[in-house]
């Protein structure tokens, strides 16, 4: 549970103006008017500490409560445009739909494919079945990130 001890608002205030820092991407400026909107005087380089202090905690909070995916898992990549700029998703799914990761990559490669392999099996364990493309790059990603319990489809 996160500790609020020694702070002079309401957890209910803090909670609320990380969430929206966070989840809409507003300047601390614009979420200090916010705040102020809604009777709450607090100045930007406070909602900058607390978004420093407790933004972390509840993304652990988070993943803690976070379901559980399937252990069969699809993976693929794409190309797609973002910002104007050609770069590749990496993507997987479970076998309900449910996203089990993603990342955007400038690069198509072993080194990529693994990074992005690491990266999903450390935030929701070994997958019994990966379904994939033909591609060579993913097959040698998921032979070295250390997945070797994985079924190859």
């Known amino acids: 549970m996160i500790s609020f001890k020694g702070v002079h608002f309401p957890k209910d205030v803090i909670l609320y103006a990380v969430f929206f820092y966070v989840r809409y991407g507003v300047s ?8 102020e909107e ?3 005087k607090v100045d930007h380089a406070t909602l900058n500490s607390w978004v420093i ?14 379901r559980a995916v399937a252990t069969s898992w699809r993976m693929d990549e794409t190309y797609v445009k973002v910002k104007g700029k050609w770069i590749y998703l990496y993507r997987a799914v479970d076998k309900i739909g449910g ?9 198509r490669d072993e080194m990529a494919a693994t990074k992005f392999f690491k990266q ?7 997958p019994h079945k990966v379904v994939r ?12 990130s250390t997945c070797y319990s994985c079924w190859l489809v």
């Open 28 to 35: 601390y400026r614009d979420l200090e008017e916010i705040m």
């Open 99 to 107: 996203t089990i990761d993603f990342m955007l990559s400038e690069q």
């Open 38 to 40: 809604r009777s709450v």
């Open 53 to 66: 202090d407790y933004s972390p905690l509840l993304a652990v909070e988070a993943k803690k409560r976070k």
């Open 120 to 126: 999903a099996i450390n935030n929701n364990g070994f």
């Open 133 to 144: 493309d033909k591609s060579g790059a993913n097959y040698a990603g998921l032979k070295t």
